[in-house]
């Protein structure tokens, strides 16, 4: 699946690609198909992240392969850098916990916050080991931070393990009303149903224009 992850990357790079979008549409794309995880896209000025990894994606090339140009310190200084500075104080978790990852699909770069100041590795040539590192900054992450976004994402009525509760609630209740015979959920149920159909019919009286004189 790494592999994967460098191939689909790379058929887009040599297409070839143009602009930062392609970039992060490319990279997020075949980074959630190599894990299976769901990157949170473009949220509060962050081009995608994950529980601690935070990416910063440029346009191709705008690195020029050099950690002192103009745009790998915006991505690093002026992006990472207050980013998990925000996330962190947010969470409560050390910002030396956060990994921040810079990318403008030629070259990758590791970077870590370690008291407010940003530190940043090499830079890395675009390949299939420094995808693969990528990869599993993201699939070794898995300690999540206490954060509303979070509890949505887990367990918010759109979310896989919500929708895998209430199927197995639904199920569980239409087996116990098939059972012959009396039981409490089938009072409980008659009640509930009772009182619903209640409401919802004084909510279509409210609905109804009332009548001319």
């Not at 549409?25 to 896209?41: C, P, Q, S």
């Not at 992450?141 to 929708?163: I, P, V, W, Y």
């Amino acid at each position: 699946m790494k592999q994967s992850a460098y191939i689909s990357i790379q058929e887009k790079r040599l297409q070839p690609w143009k602009g930062e979008e392609e970039v992060r549409f490319a990279w997020n794309k075949a980074l959630e198909d190599a894990t299976g995880l769901h990157l949170f896209a473009e949220r509060d000025h962050n081009d995608a992240s994950y529980n601690h990894v935070i990416i910063e994606y440029k346009a191709p090339g705008y690195f020029k392969g050099k950690k002192g140009s103009s745009a790998f310190l915006n991505a690093t200084k002026e992006r990472l850098l207050p980013y998990i500075v925000k996330k962190a104080a947010e969470t409560k978790i050390p910002e030396s916990d956060f990994i921040g990852i810079a990318i403008d699909g030629e070259h990758i770069c590791f970077a870590q916050v370690i008291d407010g100041d940003i530190n940043t590795q090499h830079l890395m040539p675009f390949s299939p080991e420094s995808v693969e590192m990528v990869v599993d900054a993201l699939r070794s992450d898995t300690r999540k931070g206490l954060t509303t976004e979070n509890l949505l994402a887990d367990f918010g009525h759109g979310s896989a393990n919500a929708r895998a509760f209430m199927q197995q609630l639904s199920d569980g209740l239409s087996q116990q009303l098939t059972i012959s015979g009396n039981n409490k959920l089938k009072m409980l149920f008659a009640e509930w149903r009772t009182l619903y159909g209640q409401v919802a019919d004084l909510s279509i009286l409210r609905q109804k224009p009332s009548p001319k004189n």
